[in-house]
């Protein structure tokens, strides 16, 4: 158990820093899925089989929409043209290197409170429980709002909406593809 | 070495065979695919799956060039087999059966492909996409080796993801003289019937179908379309034919999916991609219908249909493939 | 049990992978030994190399996309206990059928070439159209069954199969099965028209372990569908772990005769249908499913 902990913990770390020394969009993306998938393992080995899952799915999807962003924008297909994938490197080193130092300095300065009563027998049920219970009325609120400014987002984003693609009076019965004329 | 030997000769009983066809080689073409067939083969996607490089015909330099290239990357075990444009079948059984004898033997190693060197590859530039943005453009080379492709054609075309931004259409060879020889021959006044160029016709349809339905991800159904095919350039008679071909025709009309999908790509003067396919299984019926006729061929050939390269601009690679495989081009220069 | 399923689990991967393969190269015109004399070649066969190719993703990619669809399986109850059966397995499942995301997208892009590259951005635009109503399948087995458990989801349809009563979610998950393992109409990411799409500058063993790992996602979405909506390994007379074999193999064979009824459908279209027709459908079926429950 504490094995697999460390190993865990030096793959998550090395993979984040082998983010920024890597001199290729694809390669860092990949590194920083390495590292977020460490963490979500070592969500398993504290039997919060649901938390640790649901990390892994969201994160490859994540990255996988990160990707498609990162190489749209700019191809360079296979690290054709190395790149570095820090700006401002001094400054950069600095403040991650302080943010880091202030982290783990927290971690032991803390005095972590002892443990109180056994954990649940199904942490999933306990989590569902302890988010919809009493915070159902906030989480159901936060979930609207962000959906709310999902949808509101891409609309002020989008190019062509939803009268350039069916016509002024919406007559036409197919949408017109990008790139078609009306 | 044991283990290798009997896999190689394991292997070299289901070789995966990738046809490159000039424009004279249609007729070989034809007979190769017709055997391969008959084999059982599953004909490869691309190079790197294939393991045998049959070359149709005799290609210009263009495209001989690209058939190089093509047999420098081919990985090995490797066989190749170059057969003339008018191979007869025994030739072609021939031509595979001794490809065959070199796989198993494990043919020469190829050299693994190294391809140019990045220096001498251009940079992708910019330049603004249909949403306003400014992204990298690629310049890529459709064809002219390019399965379910017409023999001949390349479009170069600048790419902003799969998206073609600009086309220009070229011809590497002429027409295919093959599909237009009844008309030929009856234009140097010997007699040709009515029903040789209905034959003739319906399987020039029939291959054009073929491919259509090959790039919308239906092999199933362009197998079938080829099966036909084969059969009509095999002579057989008209009642050997109707029965398949109308299960065909069935079958491509009913499915919804292929309608879907068809339905709005490329429109030209005669309608989009779905608009033709209808109208080249009307065509390819009447044409079955007729090769029964011994009246001598007093008609012209139907025009065939040109690329226009606007057509493609703002298409992505997919609806572009549709768009081309529903046409069917050939070159503009008339063949009269 | 679970280490009998240890063994178990890969040999069945294998089998039903090649009688899929098999079954396929037969309705494609080729012979039933095809996949044998494929294999063989692809074992002799030289790698390809593309100019500038990114290997260690390259191989991170194929590698994972086998990785991917066998811990996929270790939920799969083979009968009545799968081999690891973890309580959000449900989840657990659907997690590693999203690593082929990564997996195909670091294959098509690391070769370094045109038409890889187009598939695999195809296949990430096909994950966002086929996840959403997937998910929600998957969330309407969870909720009938009370658990993401599978071994539960498979108690639950001790009486009536799931597939009964929530037909459509079954319908969608079929749909999605075919995404995921990108096969017959959802196959534009390997399509012909871009000469194989993703894998069309593989060679040799690359070509191989992908062959693999496709072949085994398309076996591992059909074993899934028999403990979420077909009653797992219920069934008379046999053993439970048979009539789970025996409803796996319909399933495989369904899926793999739909490519030879279906032409491809490209996700430009498909996307509408999918966020417009089954995104509601699912949701509808999610309600009515809650209503039963509660």
């Known amino acids: 158990m504490a094995v697999a902990f460390w190993i865990l913990a030096v793959v998550s770390v090395a993979a984040g820093i082998a983010v920024f020394v890597v001199d290729s969009m694809a390669r860092a993306t990949f590194a920083l899925l390495a590292s977020l998938l460490a963490v979500g393992l070592a969500f398993l080995l504290i039997d919060l089989e649901y938390l640790g899952v649901l990390i892994i799915l969201m994160m490859v999807m994540e990255m996988l929409v990160m990707a498609v962003f990162m190489i749209m924008y700019m191809m360079n297909p296979a690290g054709l043209m190395p790149m570095k994938m820090v700006h401002n490197h001094r400054a950069a080193m600095i403040i991650s290197a302080a943010v880091f130092v202030l982290l783990v300095a927290g971690i032991f300065l803390t005095s972590w409170p002892p443990r109180g009563g056994e954990p649940p027998a199904d942490p999933t049920h306990q989590l569902g429980l302890a988010v919809m219970g009493p915070k159902m009325l906030v989480m159901m609120v936060i979930g609207v709002a962000i959906l709310a400014t999902m949808i509101s987002t891409v609309v002020l984003a989008t190019h062509r909406g939803r009268y350039a693609r069916y016509g002024d009076d919406l007559e036409r019965k197919r949408p017109l593809d990008p790139g078609e004329e009306s | 070495m044991v283990v290798t030997g009997w896999l190689l000769r394991r292997a070299a009983r289901h070789p995966r065979p990738f046809l490159v066809s000039a424009a004279d080689g249609t007729r070989a073409r034809l007979r190769c695919e017709a055997e391969i067939a008959r084999r059982r083969w599953r004909p490869a996607l691309s190079p790197a799956e294939a393991g045998l490089l049959v070359v149709c015909g005799a290609p210009g330099d263009e495209l001989s060039e690209a058939v190089r290239t093509i047999w420098d990357g081919l990985p090995s075990p490797r066989a190749r087999a170059d057969l003339p444009g008018d191979a007869s079948h025994d030739l072609v059984a021939h031509a595979l059966d001794r490809a065959v004898a070199r796989l198993a033997d494990g043919a020469a190693p190829g050299r693994p492909h190294g391809g140019p060197d990045p220096g001498d590859l251009p940079m992708a530039d910019r330049g603004p996409d249909r949403d306003g943005l400014s992204l990298d453009r690629l310049h890529v080379p459709l064809g002219p080796v390019l399965p379910d492709w017409p023999s001949g054609l390349v479009v170069e075309t600048v790419l902003q993801g799969d998206v073609i931004q600009e086309a220009t259409v070229r011809w590497l060879e002429d027409g295919e ?54 059969r009509l350039l095999a002579d057989a008679p008209r009642e050997a034919l109707t029965a398949p071909y109308e299960r065909l025709a069935r079958q491509v009309r009913r499915s919804g999916t292929l309608r879907w999908m068809l339905r709005g790509v490329g429109p030209a003067g005669d309608g989009d991609a779905l608009a033709r396919l209808e109208a080249r299984l009307t065509a390819t019926r009447a044409a079955i219908g007729s090769i029964a006729d011994e009246a001598p061929l007093d008609e012209d050939r139907p025009a065939g249909n040109l690329l226009n390269p606007d057509l493609l601009v703002g298409a992505e690679l997919a609806t572009a493939r549709l768009m081309v495989a529903s046409l069917d081009p050939g070159p503009a220069v008339a063949h009269a | ?249 319909a399933v495989l064979a369904l899926l793999v005769w739909v490519r030879h009824r279906v032409p491809a459908v490209r996700m430009d279209r498909f996307t509408q249908v999918s966020w417009l027709v089954l995104i509601p459908l699912a949701l509808v079926q999610l309600l009515v499913v809650g209503i039963v429950v509660v």
């Not at chain 3, 015109?29 to 692809?42: M, Y």
């Not at chain 3, 109850?77 to 997690?95: E, H, K």
């Not at chain 3, 009536?160 to 459509?168: C, I, K, Q």
Request: some cysteine.
């Open chain 2, 177 to 230: 003289p093959f599909w237009a020889e009844p008309w030929d021959r009856a234009a140097a006044g010997r007699p040709v019937t009515r029903g040789e160029a209905g034959r003739r016709r319906a399987a020039a349809h029939l291959d054009g179908l073929g491919r259509l339905l090959s790039v919308a991800g239906w092999p199933a159904a362009a197998r079938s379309a080829r099966t036909v095919r084969d």
């Open chain 3, 1 to 249: 049990m679970p280490e009998l399923g240890l063994l178990a689990l890969p040999l069945a991967l294998v089998v039903l992978g090649l009688a899929a393969a098999g079954l396929d190269a037969v309705l494609s015109g080729g012979r039933a030994s095809a996949p044998f004399g494929e294999i063989a070649r692809l074992l002799v066969q030289q790698r390809r190399r593309t100019t500038r190719p990114d290997v260690l993703l390259l191989r991170v990619g194929v590698i994972s996309l086998v990785a991917a669809p066998l811990l996929a399986a270790v939920v799969i109850p083979l009968g009545d206990a799968p081999v690891a059966d973890l309580s959000a397995g449900i989840v657990w499942f659907n997690a590693m059928e999203v690593c082929v995301w990564g997996a195909l997208w670091l294959t098509g892009w690391s070769v370094n070439s045109v038409f890889p590259l187009v598939g695999a951005y195809r296949f990430v635009a096909q994950g966002l159209a086929y996840e959403l109503p997937h998910m929600f399948a998957l969330i309407t087995v969870a909720l009938g069954a009370g658990s993401l458990r599978m071994s539960e989801a498979v108690q639950a349809q001790q009486g009536l199969w799931f597939v009964v009563w929530m037909p459509l979610a079954f319908l969608i998950y079929l749909v999605s099965a075919l995404a995921m393992a990108f096969w017959g109409p959802m196959s534009q990411p390997v399509g012909s028209d871009l000469a194989g799409g993703v894998r069309a500058e593989l060679a040799g063993p690359d070509r191989l372990l992908f062959q693999a790992g496709r072949y085994a996602l398309l076996v591992v979405a059909a074993g899934a569908a028999v403990p979420l909506f077909l009653g797992g390994g219920a069934g008379p007379v046999l053993p439970g772990w048979l009539w789970a074999l025996v409803k796996t193999v």
